[in-house]
């Protein structure tokens, strides 16, 4: 199975910004985990990552031609109002799932708002980088929620 995670503005600086919201572990370490995880289940995983709207746009519609199956994504701050990103989205029918690091229904009013959200399968947050692995099983058929 191929899985395309994409994570949008600032998750490259984790581990940096906002430790007391996002943790201590930086992007390396979350690639890391998304690469043990891709070797466990003998499927392929790509990581991209973008502060750019419109190149976060490509990648989704790429998804559709390069034989993409599954898709895992941390819109980051565009999850709150980009709806450019959520009509790519729409038009994709693999599994589509929404990730965030925190919890986004305990933290500022804006963010429990997501209008990425309806385009995906699932939503997935609070739950810290494990997060990540629990939207790939997600994708995989593996949840169990």
């Known amino acids: ?8 503005p600032n998750l490259n600086f984790l581990g940096i910004r906002e430790k007391s919201v996002y ?6 370490y979350l690639l890391n985990l998304i690469s043990e995880k891709g070797k466990k289940e003998d499927c392929e995983i790509e990581v991209f990552q973008s502060n750019h709207e419109g190149a976060i746009i490509d990648r989704i519609q790429d998804a559709y031609f390069d034989g993409t199956q599954g898709i895992v ?17 729409a038009s994709i029918t ?51 929620f």
């Open 73 to 89: 994504i941390n819109p980051g701050a565009y999850t709150h109002y980009s709806y450019a990103i959520r009509d790519a989205l």
């Open 94 to 144: 693999v599994p589509k799932v929404e990730i965030h690091i925190s919890n986004i229904m305990e933290r500022e009013d804006f963010r429990k708002v997501s209008v990425t959200a309806p385009a995906c399968d699932k939503q997935i947050y609070g739950q810290g980088l494990e997060g990540y692995i629990m939207a790939i099983d997600f994708v995989l058929g593996k949840s169990v």
């Open 1 to 8: 199975m191929k899985i395309l995670v994409i994570n949008g």
């Open 23 to 28: 943790g201590t572990q930086d992007y390396d």
